[in-house]
C-alpha cells in the first residue's frame, strides 16, 4: 500500500501553490549523514552528476566536499528514477537540503516515486525527511517519520 495517495496530496503536486521546485531538507545532520546519503546514490545505482561552479568533476567524499569554500556552488544532481531529478545544495555538513521538480511528478506514480526517495534517505540516515512549499520552510506539507517508517502528511492540502 502507498504511503500516500494521489487524491489525498494532488493539491501538494500543484506547482502554483507549492512552487515548482520545494524544498526538501534533513535537519541536525554531519558529515556522515552526507556520507550516508552519497553511498546511498551509489549503492542505488541512481545516475548523477556532481558539480563545482557550474563545472562537472569527480564525486568526492563528503567530507572532501564540506570542506571546500564557502563562495563555491556545489550541485549534486540524481536522478533516482526516470524523469525525476532532485537537486542536492551541500551548503553546510547540518542540514541536506535538496529540491524537486513536481512538473516532473504526475499522478499516484509521481507520489509513489516521491515517497520512495523520502523513504530511502530518512532510512539511512534514522531522521526525518520533511518537504515545505518553495522558499517557505516553516509550513512543511509531507514528512518521512521515522518511526512510522512511511511519510505522512503534515497539512490538509485543501487547505493550502
Known amino acids: 500500500m502507498p504511503d500516500l495517495l494521489w487524491d489525498d496530496v494532488k493539491d501538494f503536486f ?8 520545494p524544498d526538501v531538507r534533513v ?5 556522515e549523514d552526507w556520507q550516508a546519503v552519497l553511498d546511498l546514490v ?3 545505482g541512481w ?3 556532481y558539480s563545482e561552479d557550474g563545472a562537472a568533476v569527480r564525486l568526492p567524499r563528503a567530507a572532501d566536499m ?3 569554500s564557502e563562495s563555491t556552488d556545489a550541485l549534486l544532481r540524481v536522478w533516482p528514477a526516470t524523469g525525476f531529478l532532485a537537486i542536492f ?3 553546510e555538513a547540518g542540514s541536506i537540503d535538496f529540491d524537486v521538480d513536481l512538473r516532473e511528478l504526475h499522478g499516484q506514480d509521481g507520489v509513489n516515486v516521491l515517497c520512495r526517495l523520502l ?3 530518512g532510512r539511512r540516515l534514522g531522521k526525518p525527511v520533511v518537504l515545505a512549499p518553495e522558499s517557505d520552510p516553516l509550513h512543511p506539507v509531507l514528512r518521512f517519520d521515522v518511526a512510522a517508517d512511511r511519510v505522512v502528511l503534515l497539512a490538509d492540502p ?3
Do not use: K, W
Open 27 to 31: 535537519a541536525d545532520t554531519s558529515v
Open 66 to 68: 564540506m570542506a571546500r
Open 14 to 21: 500543484n506547482p502554483e501553490l507549492m512552487g515548482s521546485l
Open 89 to 91: 545544495r551541500a551548503y
Open 42 to 44: 551509489r549503492s542505488q
Open 119 to 121: 523513504r530511502a534517505i
Open 158 to 160: 485543501h487547505l493550502s
Open 47 to 49: 545516475p548523477c552528476e
